[in-house]
């Protein structure tokens, strides 16, 4: 891995206003992350909360790893990667690969080494989550009739079985209890929410805004969702409740996901020259916005898909009120 000699570009963190998260008593949520040696202590580059992101400089886009200060930025993969996530342990980042022929899934450390390809089909693989005890990958794949969402071993195709299609659709995102998945599907013209449970059974619709709605993500207990509608960032409940936007369409917001805590939310957003930056904010949603990666005489770099891992410490969460 090599540092970069540039200043950091893009990615945004805003509070989620004054709605507080509860508790989860789910051993889902409390399991030890896979891989994870519970006899020693982890390592330093997985005990500090990381954020990893795109990058891309001119037509090449890579992934890079920074702190959540957006200092400490350093070069991960080569270029034509993106969609990065994390393993639950922190130790590990499975990834988008694009080719002449496609795209495939890859699966690397965070220190840079152990490089290792998970797909291999002639079609365009993306948008990897991991699930919660590590075992599964959902991504989405244009093989078969349209995009669709796939489930495999976390092993790949490469070593283990062929993927499975669930269902129609793209973006899929575990639920923190693993047992179900969050997916954005077009409904009448426009794109929707939807859930289903693991195996692809009990199909849910949670939003029928006219607008279309994408990116989702939960936060780390599960009880809420952030999303994307009309260029804003939102955030209801995991059930399609309470509904609220916690950015404005002003700029162009992206692409989400929550702190490790679930407090904050870190998004990509374009700046008025229309290139994507990174900031981050605190609970209230009109104050102390902090840009997390700025790149002031740098016209052609951009920041985006930003996934954010820590240790998640539930017992620092306030019980949620009005929930």
């Known amino acids: 891995m090599r540092r970069l000699v540039f200043r950091p570009g893009l990615v945004v963190l805003v509070g989620l206003g004054m709605v507080a998260v509860g508790a989860s008593s789910d051993p889902a949520t409390a399991q030890a992350p896979l891989g994870a040696d519970t006899g020693s202590a982890v390592g330093a580059a997985q005990a500090t909360n990381r954020i990893a992101f795109v990058q891309k400089v001119f037509s090449e886009a890579h992934i890079s790893l920074m702190d959540r200060d957006g200092g400490n930025i350093v070069e991960l993969t080569g270029s034509r990667t993106k969609s990065p996530t994390f393993t639950p342990d922190g130790r590990r980042i499975v990834f988008t690969k694009w080719t002449r022929r496609g795209s495939d899934l890859w699966i690397i450390d ?6 290792e390809q998970l797909t291999t089909a002639p079609v365009r693989d993306a948008d990897p989550s991991v699930s919660p005890d590590g075992r599964l990958i959902a991504f989405t794949s244009d093989r078969g009739a349209g995009h669709g969402v796939y489930v495999m071993s976390a092993t790949g195709e490469v070593q283990g079985p ?17 047992r179900h998945i969050l ?6 013209q426009v794109s929707d929410l939807w859930v289903m449970q693991l195996g692809g059974t009990h199909r849910h619709q ?4 006219p607008s279309n709605d994408s990116d989702p993500a939960y936060s780390p207990d599960g009880r809420r969702i952030v999303y994307v509608r009309d260029r804003a960032i939102w955030l209801m409940h995991s059930d399609g409740t309470r509904q609220h936007a916690i950015t404005t369409p002003r700029y162009w917001d992206s692409q989400p996901a929550f ?6 939310v ?3 957003r ?5 290139y994507y930056n990174i900031v981050r904010k605190p609970a209230r949603m009109a104050s102390h916005t902090k840009v997390l990666t700025k790149y002031p005489h740098a016209w052609s770099i951009d920041d985006y898909q930003p996934a954010w891992w820590g240790p998640t410490l539930l017992r620092d969460i306030a019980p949620c009120r009005g929930c």
């Open 110 to 115: 965070t220190d840079g080494k152990h490089l």
């Open 270 to 274: 374009v700046n008025y020259v229309r």
């Open 162 to 178: 062929p993927a499975r299609r669930l269902a129609r659709g793209w973006n899929p995102a575990f639920a923190p209890d693993g």
């Open 259 to 264: 702190s490790p805590n679930g407090k904050q």
């Open 206 to 209: 949670l939003t029928t805004s």
């Open 183 to 188: 997916y954005t599907r077009r409904t009448d």
């Open 266 to 268: 870190v998004f990509a």
